[in-house]
Structures are given as C-alpha cells and as structure tokens.
C-alpha cells in the first residue's frame, strides 16, 4: 500500500494516486454520500466556461472533472501530475489533450488561459502558494481562477460530527471501495490539517488575485474559492 505523508512529497503523492485511479471516482462518489455531483455542478457553474475559451483543469485525475468545460464548446486542458490517473483517463476519454505537469512549475506560457480551476487537488500540492502563483501566471488579464477545496463546515456541533466521520467512518468505507484504502486515511488528515476558508482566501490574494470571495457548499465541507487577475 502506498500512503504519502502529510510533508506532501510529489513523489508520494504522486505514487500514492497511481494506485487508485481505476476505481477513484466511484469511491468518491461513495465516500461523499453523492454530493461529489453537486459540487462538480457547482465549479461549473463558477467558472462559467463559454465556446472558444481555454480553461485549465489542474489535479484533473481521470477527466471527470474536466468534462462539463469541454460541453460547454471551451477548449480544456486536464493537467495532472500522476501518470497512472491519466492514463486511465486518456483510456475514457481519448479525445481530451491530458496533459503531465507540476501545478507548481507549469508547462505553460504566461497569460494563455481564460479559467483555471482545480478541485480537491490544491491540498494535495507541496507548495499551496506556489501553485496559487503558478495559476496566477498562466491566466491571462481578466480570466478568473475557481478552486473547489474541502474546508471547515461551519455550524460547531456539525463539523464534530464530520470530523469524526472522516477519521472513524471513512477508512473502513474506503477499504471496502478503493484499491488502496491507506491513501484515504492520508487524504482524510490532509482535509483535517487543511487551513480554513478565510486563511486560504488570504493566500489566494497574496498570491495575486483580486476580488477574492467564498462560497460555502454542504454547510462548509466544502468551499469554492474565486479571484481575478485585474492586470
């Protein structure tokens, strides 16, 4: 079993989504009682993605993700950095140009994309401000970044209750689903040691952006973060 550590080696990560990829978003969808859909609907919807744009999908795993971009006629661009998920996505879907890249060193012009938006990947890159600077650069002036990050329910008695289901609940329910159980007990942790929605809001603006908001989705379990880049 491969299982990264919390220091977020890319190495180990990497490895460690090489290892689920083939059943990864059918224990998504289990582990997240079916809100994944919901939330996919709702970085659509953010990111507005119109014919002819270029939107980046980073962290996009098998593509699944990228899909309601690429309906709306925008040209998208799935990046990930494990082989293993793009393989198995370029299996599903041939057609979308998967793409291998470090959301920390892009293999990107500066000013190229209209969108870039990652969702529930940003918690899993080494360097958090560096990829928010990265993402920064590849946008063009007037494009907008959309991140979908698990993040802090807001209600107390409930966000007891959901960190109790992440760390009791969760990897007996991945080890009946998943191909490799041990990495939902790391993405688990990461989600508990992830910082909240203000704290994040704050590195996206350090990191460039403007017009920095927030929008809570599932009481807070998870959070869709947007910016602009103005000049």
């Not at 490895?15 to 996919?40: C, I, K, P």
């Not at 329910?173 to 159980?181: D, E, L, Q, Y």
């Not at 994040?200 to 599932?218: D, H």
Request: proline fraction near 6%.
């Amino acid at each position: 079993m491969t299982r990264a550590s919390l220091n977020k080696q890319p190495h180990e990560v990497a490895s460690m989504f090489d290892h689920v990829a083939e059943r990864y978003d059918l224990t998504n969808a289990v582990l997240s009682l079916g809100q994944d859909r919901a939330w996919r609907k709702a970085v659509a919807r953010a990111v507005d993605a119109r014919p002819a744009q270029k939107v980046l999908d980073l962290a996009a795993g098998t593509a699944t993700s990228s899909l309601p971009f690429a309906r709306t006629g925008a040209y998208v661009v799935p990046c990930d950095f494990s082989q293993g998920m793009l393989q198995v996505g370029k299996e599903r879907h041939s057609w979308l140009p998967f793409t291998a890249g470090d959301a920390t060193r892009l293999p990107f012009r500066d000013d190229v994309f209209d969108a870039v938006t990652i969702s529930f990947g940003l918690r899993n890159v080494q360097d958090t401000d560096a990829a928010l600077r990265e993402m920064y650069r590849v946008t063009r002036p007037g494009g907008r970044v959309v991140i979908c990050e698990f993040s802090h329910p807001t209600w107390a008695p409930f966000r007891t209750v959901y960190t109790e289901y992440l760390m009791r609940a969760l990897p007996p329910v991945a080890r009946a689903v998943s191909s490799n159980p041990d990495a939902y007990v790391y993405l688990a942790e990461s989600i508990r040691a992830w910082p909240d929605q203000p704290a994040l809001a704050a590195r996206l603006g350090k990191a460039g952006w403007s017009k920095v908001a927030w929008r809570n989705l599932t009481g807070g379990v998870v959070t869709l973060h947007r910016g602009f880049k103005t000049s």
